[in-house]
């Protein structure tokens, strides 16, 4: 009864019916809207308000600007470095390894500075030459052993002003019990709170101002290069007035990590270890055990090998569950379930499973009259020391072994290695005029059938399929590089 006095009090106030009826219609979709939410259109609304706000935090995490400062050493350019340079660090809106050399195949930003002894003195410099014309937000320090994910960096920072002095990372306090924590003014009583080199952190660019203007200041700041880097980074930048965020999220969980993820979902278990019982003394944060250790939207992990950051990359952004928008990525069921037949032949069967040129691999997984005496006869032919020339002819030994239709190709390319056997060749599947595809040399087998040595051999076989010779052709061979062509033969 109260709803139905509200309706008539309104109808009183109301000048045009129609907006009578357009109110009654809203206040009821409202209400039952509220009452249920399955409704079709609450489903609507709600889903665009997600959307919505999904798309503003995009944007908001596109605007943050990170410039990453990766300290190494020349000897490790082609190993740590170029892992690095491949993986997270690309996601860096501008990446800068210093080291002691330049490197045509890494940015580098060269200083005269080498050894962990000299990482202050390194990083001092580092930060002063952060060129003033690039256009950044926020300064990521991080090691060569490091794996960051930038965009949980993004998120987090995307929450505060970079024009405010502010430094991020993971918080330690080095104890006034151990010598290297010791003020460099002499002062073995004061704890520091400081933030750790290997999980990475990250200065505001005020708080880079700050660092590069007042690091001079030998009250404030270590002189010289010796000290430990990220203590004396901290206690600088907390002397300078630049504010510690506590970078856990919302249930606690850290983000930044010194050590490895496999370390830090088992730390309570293992921190009496050598190598991680440092944290008993400097650990500031409570540990847990499990998934509880670790944010959803963890940013850093430290001590890595090379294998490891490259698994790292694979989980986080290639691996993923199948969910209903995916693409399906089965192989049909016809082409994954493999004969029954041809499980007796072993041999065969591995040569199958490595072709990498699906077409062929389900024209041979279907064929039902594989004779597999005669297949592997032609399969294990080996001619020693055979060589191939560019505008040869040859045939695939797979469509001889399996007797399928005779393909004809053209050598447009040969390309040796440092393993003669593993020689590769660049084929065109129609004599010149078709489509370009790579095989090892060790699949093919020349256009010979004439000569007798070979009717004695792999080609005077039963039920061998008789093909149709093409005559060489003049063109000039096409000009392509190993890397440009896509698809394999066989």
């Given at each position: ?15 045009h019916?129609q907006?009578?009826?357009m109110?009654v ?17 609450t ?15 995009e944007?908001?995490?596109a ?5 990453c400062l ?18 997270w660090?690309k996601?860096c ?5 210093v ?9 580098v930003?060269v ?16 930060f ?14 991080a ?17 505060y002003?970079?024009s405010?002095p ?8 080095c ?11 002499g002062?073995?009583n004061t704890?520091q ?6 999980a990475?952190?990250?200065l505001s ?13 030998q ?7 010796q ?15 630049v504010?510690f965020?506590?970078?856990r999220?919302?249930?606690?969980r ?12 088992s ?12 944290i ?5 944060l ?12 963890a ?8 294998q490891?950051i ?20 089965n ?12 499980l007796?032949h ?5 040569v199958?499973m490595n ?13 039902q ?7 592997a ?6 001619k020693q ?13 797979l469509d ?7 393909r004809?190709?053209?050598i447009?390319?040969v ?18 005029v078709?489509?370009l ?35 060489d ?16 033969c066989?």
């Amino acid at each position: 009864m109260s709803v139905i006095r509200a309706f008539k009090t309104i109808d009183h106030t109301l000048k045009h019916k129609q907006l009578y009826v357009m109110f009654v219609v809203i206040f009821t979709i409202g209400v039952y809207g509220l009452m249920y939410e399955n409704i079709v259109g609450t489903q609507i609304v709600s889903q665009m308000l997600v959307l919505q706000h999904h798309n503003f935090k995009e944007r908001e995490h596109a605007k943050v600007r990170v410039m990453c400062l990766i300290p190494t050493e020349f000897k490790n350019h082609q190993t740590k470095a170029s892992v690095i340079n491949s993986t997270w660090a690309k996601r860096c809106d501008f990446l800068q390894f210093v080291s002691d050399q330049p490197d045509d195949s890494l940015p580098v930003m060269v200083l005269n500075s080498s050894g962990w002894g000299n990482l202050w003195g390194k990083t001092k410099t580092m930060f002063s030459a952060v060129n003033a014309s690039v256009e950044f937000d926020w300064v990521l320090k991080a090691d060569t052993d490091s794996y960051i994910i930038m965009e949980n960096l993004k998120s987090l920072l995307s929450h505060y002003n970079s024009s405010e002095p502010l430094f991020a990372g993971s918080i330690y306090i080095c104890r006034s019990n151990t010598k290297e924590c010791n003020d460099f003014d002499g002062d073995g009583n004061t704890d520091q709170v400081y933030m750790t080199g290997g999980a990475g952190y990250v200065l505001s660019r005020e708080a880079v101002r700050r660092f590069v203007s007042g690091h001079v200041d030998q009250t404030k700041c270590r002189p010289g290069d010796q000290g430990p880097e990220d203590v004396e980074m901290s206690r600088c930048l907390q002397r300078l007035g630049v504010s510690f965020i506590d970078t856990r999220d919302k249930d606690g969980r850290n983000r930044f990590f010194h050590f490895s993820a496999e370390d830090a979902l088992s730390l309570p278990e293992n921190v009496h270890r050598p190598d991680l019982s440092w944290i008993l003394n400097y650990g500031i944060l409570p540990m847990a055990n499990g998934a509880e250790c670790c944010s959803k939207k963890a940013i850093s992990f430290h001590h890595l090998t090379t294998q490891q950051i490259k698994m790292m990359e694979y989980m986080v952004y290639a691996l993923r569950p199948q969910t209903s928008e995916d693409e399906d990525l089965n192989m049909p069921a016809d082409e994954a379930t493999l004969p029954n037949a041809m499980l007796d032949h072993s041999d065969i069967l591995e040569v199958v499973m490595n072709i990498r040129n699906a077409t062929l691999r389900k024209a041979i997984l279907l064929k039902q009259d594989i004779n597999f005496t005669n297949a592997a006869q032609i399969l294990n032919k080996v001619k020693q020391n055979e060589t191939f020339n560019i505008g040869e002819l040859v045939y695939l030994k797979l469509d001889l072994a399996m007797e399928l239709p005779e393909r004809v190709l053209k050598i447009e390319q040969v390309i040796d290695t440092p393993e003669p056997e593993k020689t590769w060749l660049i084929l065109n599947d129609n004599v010149g005029v078709g489509n370009l595809c790579k095989v090892e040399k060790s699949k093919v087998v020349g256009d010979d059938k004439d000569n007798e040595d070979d009717k004695e051999g792999i080609y005077n076989i039963e039920n061998n399929i008789t093909t149709t010779r093409i005559p060489d052709q003049t063109e000039k061979p096409q000009e392509v590089t190993f890397l440009e062509v896509v698809s394999f033969c066989a």
